[in-house]
């Protein structure tokens, strides 16, 4: 069985690229594992002079890897066509991308003492070159950063002449990617340039008290000792340290340590040299890496104790190839080719996929802009004269919240929900009561509300029943709630102009179809005009893939035709769009329902192992849990977001990622009631009362706000209400 599972998307349009320099794959990889709602990234083929470095770029990637020198296609541009033939396939509306990561090591800081130049240096114009003859759309490039400054400045800015030349926009600036989610303090030089006009660099989304740390990395892994390989995983294999560097690896203090805190006998004479300030020089050689920091800058010589800090904090060895992959922000799933050290070479020489994952999604906003729905930012306190909606079943208030931005005044709310009811009360005003629908006391307080005023009765009665989750239940009494509302629609009379039911696709399963079904006929019996709409959420600027049946039914004796509510245009909200921007764990704030829920230490081991995106398989065999190892159930249990992507929908059971894909993207935790609250739409300053078991059932079972002002104006149409159009309500790009 596959480690991973797949969303539904729609069919996207696709956008080629070519990576010049590719390395073992970690930009293309990046590129090919994120996309957009209209785009995704087809990478056509990786080049590189590094045989290696292709096998495992072809193993991961699964695209053509080309072994060419780029001086020899920037000599004779048109090469480039025969290299990579699926570029005659290109339309011409088709955006094109050029990745162009040079080697690095000319330009290093590891070699300032070298005063020799270095030929690998003129590739960065000579990449430029490539990109002036066939101008893509876009190029992106990644560096040290000492070719924005210093002595070797002067290659980056000849390039950059040539792309300005022929009309490229371009945005450089030395970026921290340990703020970018890579475990590693790794300060680089990130360069967009577009045809299409300017590109920024992506913000980073992490304080650098959030950036994660060696622990946070790894380690979930199995312990080695040198010499030893995890069996679960080949590329967890620790290099084989002769005695005598393994009896000095054991005197190197844990969490830390490194060649100074060795007997003076046992270093050697430059390093002497250097502690007593007579010569220059590194003090991490046989260093450790410390739990709670990010890592130092994984390079290409992680491989041996001798050149740098690349010991385990406290196993007697140097990092493993997995080690470093994951420091270097490659998921667990990586596999690399060639020798045991070729291997460490490779990833120290790779962009990280991780950060990549930025960058493309960079390129994806300019290419086709995120819808986002921005709600208002104060609370309801304006009651001038507005039509009324009436919110039965209405939980903490998801669909009332929309109506108000849309300019409607809740006049009733009811649920038998306490906590509920609290939370509608504390955030609307004393407008909710706990009420069971088959109350009769109900239809006079709806009709004293309404007055002569349009009234508009929405309701989404519990969907347990009915949920896929639950795997539903034919005998749950909740079931019966949707005619219950049909009868509350029937004892008002034609009251209201607008109805509108929200639930769960499976209400229109064998289970509920005939309860759907007799909804359906009871409402057009009362007079009104019903359609079905099936929604995406999605689709309404909420990070969440979230579906749902919508059935809204007006009068007959309105006028105005009854038309499905109206989509934004662009692509949908990201996961990241939303969680950006929240306090570090366990910092003091204000902030209400942001409290980060405990976790059990074997569940965070569990937790570790499961890159963006992925579920419970991607947890080595022998921690999974027996239950999931013997059926074929949910493969989102244990699963994480993915920053680049959309949530799965949002339950009532979201503050545990045991119980479906709620791991946070970058921590091995769940996530917070708030940032739940923030998949579904809700503002911050919306504030959930009671228990945590009350607060996260009352978010998992609300109607997304930002859908429910989608349908507040459809409703709005129908009426003929004018009302006001808060700017900060539409959905901009």
């Not at 785009?39 to 890897?65: K, Q």
């Not at 300060?187 to 740390?213: C, F, H, M, W």
Request: hydrophobic letters at 35%; one cysteine or more.
């Amino acid at each position: 069985m596959a480690d991973s599972y797949t969303k539904t998307l729609p069919e996207p349009k696709p956008i080629y690229v070519v990576d010049f320099f590719s390395g073992c794959g970690g930009v293309s990889y990046g590129f090919k594992t994120t996309r957009s709602t209209t785009h995704a990234f087809e990478v056509l083929a990786g080049i590189d002079i590094n045989p290696d470095s292709l096998a495992t770029y072809a193993e991961n990637v699964e695209t053509s890897a080309i072994l060419k020198d780029v001086f020899t296609i920037a000599e004779q541009p048109e090469l480039l066509m025969d290299l990579v033939p699926r570029l005659r396939d290109r339309q011409p509306d088709q955006p094109l991308v050029f990745i162009g990561c040079a080697p690095c090591q000319g330009f290093s800081a590891h070699r300032k003492k070298d005063p020799r130049d270095d030929r690998r240096n003129n590739l960065m114009l000579a990449f430029a070159r490539i990109c002036a003859h066939y101008l893509p759309d876009f190029v992106v490039m990644e560096n040290v950063p000492e070719i924005l400054r210093g002595r070797f400045s002067q290659y980056y800015g000849h390039a950059k002449a040539e792309f300005e030349s022929v009309g490229y926009n371009v945005s450089d600036g030395i970026l921290d990617l340990s703020l970018f989610g890579v475990p590693q303090k790794r300060r680089r030089a990130v360069v967009l340039a577009s045809i299409r006009g300017k590109v920024e660099l992506p913000e980073a989304p992490l304080s650098v008290k959030q950036a994660r740390t060696v622990r946070d990395a790894i380690s979930h892994l199995r312990p080695l000792g040198a010499g030893e390989v995890d069996p679960y995983d080949a590329y967890h294999r620790a290099p084989k340290h002769i005695d005598r560097i393994l009896d000095k690896i054991k005197k190197i203090p844990a969490d830390g340590g490194d060649r100074r805190h060795l007997p003076r006998d046992e270093q050697l004479a430059c390093h002497a040299d250097i502690d007593e300030g007579e010569a220059p020089g590194f003090t991490d050689v046989y260093g450790r890496l410390r739990w709670d920091t990010p890592s130092v800058t994984i390079t290409a010589k992680s491989s041996t104790p001798s050149c740098g800090r690349f010991l385990h904090p406290e196993q007697d060895r140097n990092i493993t190839p997995r080690e470093a992959a994951i420091l270097q922000g490659f998921p667990h799933s990586y596999m690399f080719k060639g020798a045991f050290i070729s291997q460490y070479r490779q990833i120290g020489e790779a962009v990280p996929p991780l950060f990549a994952r930025f960058l493309a999604k960079a390129v994806l906003d300019a290419v086709q802009p995120t819808r986002r729905f921005t709600p208002a930012s104060t609370k309801m306190n304006d009651r001038s004269v507005k039509p009324v909606v009436v919110d039965a079943f209405s939980g903490a208030g998801g669909l009332s919240l929309g109506f108000h931005w849309a300019g409607f005044e809740t006049g009733l709310a009811f649920d038998v929900d306490q906590d509920a009811i609290a939370t509608f009360n504390k955030n609307f005003g004393p407008v909710g009561r706990v009420a069971d629908v088959r109350d009769q006391a109900l239809r006079g307080a709806i009709r004293a509300r309404a007055g002569d005023r349009p009234l508009v009765l929405v309701g989404g009665p519990p969907c347990q029943g009915f949920s896929q989750q639950r795997r539903g239940n034919d005998d749950d009494p909740r079931n019966n709630l949707v005619l219950e509302f049909a009868q509350l629609v029937e004892d008002l009379k034609s009251l209201p102009s607008v109805i509108i039911l929200e639930n769960v696709t499976y209400l229109n399963s064998p289970r509920g179809r005939d309860i759907l079904r007799t909804f359906r006929s009871r409402l057009d019996s009362a007079g009104y005009e019903v359609e079905r709409f099936d929604l995406n959420s999605a689709e309404f600027g909420v990070p969440q893939l979230r579906h749902r049946i919508i059935l809204i039914a007006k009068r007959r004796d309105l006028a105005n035709p009854l038309i499905a509510p109206s989509p934004g245009i662009g692509n949908w909200p990201t996961v990241g769009d939303v969680l950006r921007g929240l306090p570090e764990d366990g910092a003091p704030t204000e902030l209400s329902n942001h409290q980060v829920s405990a976790e059990g230490s074997k569940n965070k081991q569990r937790i570790a192992y499961v890159d963006m995106g992925r579920g419970r398989l991607a947890i080595p065999q022998d921690l999974q849990l027996d239950c999931h190892s013997s059926y074929n159930g949910h493969l989102d249990v244990y699963g994480r977001l993915d920053w680049f992507g959309q949530a799965r929908t949002i339950t009532g059971g979201f503050d545990s990622f045991t119980r479906g894909e709620f791991g946070h993207p970058f921590f091995n935790r769940s996530i917070t009631h708030r940032e739940a609250a923030r998949l579904q739409g809700f503002p911050d300053w919306f504030e959930f009362m009671g228990n945590r078991s009350a607060v996260r059932r009352q978010i998992g079972n609300a109607v997304p706000p930002p859908l429910g002002y989608s349908l507040a104006v459809c409703a709005q149409s129908l009426i003929g209400f004018e009302v006001e159009r808060q700017p900060s309500t539409e959905f901009a790009a």
